[in-house]
C-alpha cells in the first residue's frame, strides 16, 4: 500500500507538471490510449469471457461514467492544489458506501451512517463554503469522486461474472473510446517528450493498481486502508516543495476525517465479513 501511495502521487505530479501543456480531454485520453499497452496481456481473457448484452451495456455505462470522471479530474488539477484534489478524491468511497444501501440493497447500520456524515463533515471543512470562494476545480472534484463511484459499483456487480482482467481490460478500452471524441474537439499537436510523459503516467497508474492488489491479497482491508492516510502527507509535501503550494491546514484537516471515517467503514466491512464466513458456535446451557 506504501508503493501504492507512492505510484498514485506521482501520477497525480506527473499530470501537475504537465499543466496547460494540452487540454485535459487530450491529456486524459492520451493517458489511456498509451495505456492500452498494458492491457495485451489481458486480451485473451477478453476474448474468452461469456459476455451477455446486458454486461456489455454495464461495461459501456461503466466506461461512459469513468469519462466524465477522467475528465473532471485533469481539468481539477489544473485548477486546484494537489492536496485538495488528493483529500477529495478520497470521497469516492463514501459514495460508494451510500450507493451500495440505495441500488445493492447492502445495510446502511448507525454505525456506519456516523461514519459517512464524519467524512462528509470533512468534505466540508476542505471546500468551507461561505469561508471562500470556490473554484470550478473543486465542484470537478466532487463530480470526480461520484463518477468513480459510480463506477465502482457496476465494477463490483461485474466482478462476480467475469475475471478481473476481463474488468481491467474493458475499462480501458471503454474509457479510451469515451474520450476519443472530446479529445478530438481541441486536439492539438503532440511531442515525444509529451509522449513519454504520458507513458510514465500510464506506468505508474497501472503499478498502482497492481499494487493495491498484492496489498488486498496479503492484508486485509482493515489493514491497508489507513496506510492510504499517507497519500494525502505525501500529496502535501509534494505540492508544497516543488510546486509551491501553500500547506492548508483546513484541508489536512479535513482530508484526515475523511479517511478516519473510510478506514472505520472498511475496518467495519471486514469484520462482517469475517463473522459471516466464521460463524461463532455458541453452545446449549
Known amino acids: 500500500m506504501i508503493v501504492t501511495g507512492l505510484c498514485f502521487v506521482a501520477v497525480t505530479a506527473t499530470v501537475k507538471y504537465m499543466d496547460g501543456s494540452l487540454p485535459a480531454a487530450q491529456f486524459a485520453f492520451l493517458r ?4 492500452l499497452v498494458f492491457v495485451i496481456p489481458m486480451i485473451r481473457p477478453m476474448l474468452n469471457a461469456p459476455m451477455t448484452r446486458q454486461m456489455l451495456t454495464l461495461f459501456s455505462i461503466r466506461g461512459a461514467l469513468q469519462t466524465g470522471g477522467v475528465i473532471c479530474w485533469f481539468y481539477a488539477m489544473s485548477q486546484i492544489t494537489i492536496a485538495e484534489v488528493t483529500a477529495m478524491n478520497y ?10 444501501a440505495l441500488f445493492l440493497g447492502e445495510k446502511f447500520a448507525a454505525r456506519r451512517l456516523i461514519a459517512v456524515l464524519a467524512a462528509l463533515v470533512g468534505a466540508l471543512i476542505i471546500l468551507r463554503p461561505g469561508v471562500r470562494e470556490l473554484s470550478s476545480g473543486h465542484f470537478a ?10 463506477g465502482y459499483l457496476i465494477a463490483k456487480r461485474l466482478s462476480g461474472q467475469v475475471s478481473a482482467a476481463v474488468v481491467i481490460g474493458m475499462l480501458s478500452i471503454t474509457v479510451t473510446i469515451g474520450l476519443a471524441p472530446f479529445a478530438w ?33 496479503a492484508a486485509p482491508v482493515s489493514v491497508t486502508q489507513p496506510v492510504t492516510f499517507l497519500q494525502l502527507v505525501w500529496a502535501t509535501l509534494l505540492g508544497a516543495v516543488f510546486f509551491a503550494e501553500p500547506v492548508d491546514q483546513w484541508v489536512v484537516l479535513g482530508g ?25 458456535k455458541t453452545k446449549s446451557s
Open 32 to 35: 489511456y490510449f498509451l495505456g
Open 91 to 100: 470521497l469516492s468511497p463514501v459514495y460508494i458506501t451510500i450507493g451500495a
Open 141 to 150: 472534484m466532487i463530480f470526480t469522486a461520484i463518477f468513480f463511484a459510480a
Open 185 to 217: 474537439m481541441v486536439w492539438q499537436p503532440v511531442s515525444f517528450e509529451q509522449a513519454a510523459w504520458m507513458l510514465l503516467v500510464a506506468a505508474f497508474a497501472t503499478g498502482g493498481h497492481y499494487a493495491m492488489t498484492l496489498a488486498f491479497q
Open 256 to 280: 484526515s476525517l475523511i479517511i478516519a471515517a473510510i478506514s472505520y467503514i472498511s475496518w467495519r466491512e471486514a469484520r462482517l465479513k469475517r463473522q459471516k464466513s466464521n460463524p461463532v
